[in-house]
């Protein structure tokens, strides 16, 4: 019973285009929402966040919005750069623990 | 500032001996937390420690996998006897604040490969 999930595995964009990487959960009891980005052979790193009282948080090229009516999260990326490419876990925090979603494989072409 | 490190990196064991992984977490980080990452699917919580206490241990897997906290520095997670299913990436993360913190900042993990 997954409660955070990622249902796009992959994606692929060119770089200067919009990355647009998309988070669904079940569990309403969740305040806080989280993104991190993995690199291989490393550990997540925190990206940005947003609370739940809010819909929208921006940090420079990095937007994430909450709909909390459809209990979705989108992470947007402009301009994507080839640096971005990593693996990008959506994160919901309750209960002082995160429920991670299975990752979405960004990949940004020159 | 010193960010969470885990050791080893790499862990080949067979199956039925044990195994100790280390997490040292960032300095006066009261919260440590373990999570476990298997064949490319999500990141699950394991166990989440408040200094020296156990929190939270609602994600242990079970009676194999043992952690301690000792006086609230570094942690460590034992399985034993280890099983193939036990393969994975283990990862440690830390944060700040008594009450926990949302914001954790994760180790490079220890990739246990059980034969």
């Known amino acids: 019973d997954q409660q955070v999930k990622q249902n796009s595995p992959s994606l692929s964009v060119q770089e200067g285009r919009i990355s647009i990487l998309n988070c669904d959960y079940t569990?309403?009891?969740?305040?806080?929402f989280l993104w991190y980005k993995k690199y291989p052979a490393e550990g997540p790193t925190f990206l940005i966040s947003?609370?739940?009282?809010?819909d929208k948080n921006e940090d420079g090229r990095f937007t994430v919005f909450l709909n909390k009516s459809a209990k979705h999260l989108s992470l947007h990326i402009v301009p994507s750069q080839p640096g971005d490419s990593a693996v990008y876990f959506c994160?919901?925090?309750?209960?002082?623990?995160?429920?991670f979603g299975t990752g979405t494989r960004l990949l940004v072409s020159p | 500032e010193a960010g969470v490190t885990q050791f080893p990196s790499h862990s080949v064991i067979e199956k039925g001996q044990t195994v100790t992984l280390r997490c040292d977490p960032i300095?006066?980080?009261?919260?440590l937390y373990w999570y476990r990452r298997v064949m490319g699917k999500e990141i699950k919580f394991l166990l989440h420690?408040?200094?020296?206490?156990?929190?939270?241990e609602s994600g242990m897997p079970n009676n194999r996998f043992l952690a301690e906290r000792t006086g609230g520095t570094y942690s460590t997670l034992k399985v034993q006897p280890a099983e193939l299913e036990d393969s994975g990436v283990y990862f440690c993360?830390?944060?700040?604040?008594?009450?926990?913190?949302?914001?954790?900042?994760f180790g490079p993990g220890t990739r246990l490969t059980v034969t």
């Open positions: 993360a830390s944060s700040q604040g008594s009450g926990g913190s949302y914001e954790q900042y």
């Open positions: 300095s006066g980080h009261d919260n």
């Open positions: 994160a919901a925090a309750g209960f002082q623990k995160l429920v």
């Open positions: 420690f408040v200094k020296e206490s156990k929190q939270d």
């Open positions: 947003i609370s739940s009282i809010k």
């Open positions: 569990n309403s009891m969740f305040d806080y």
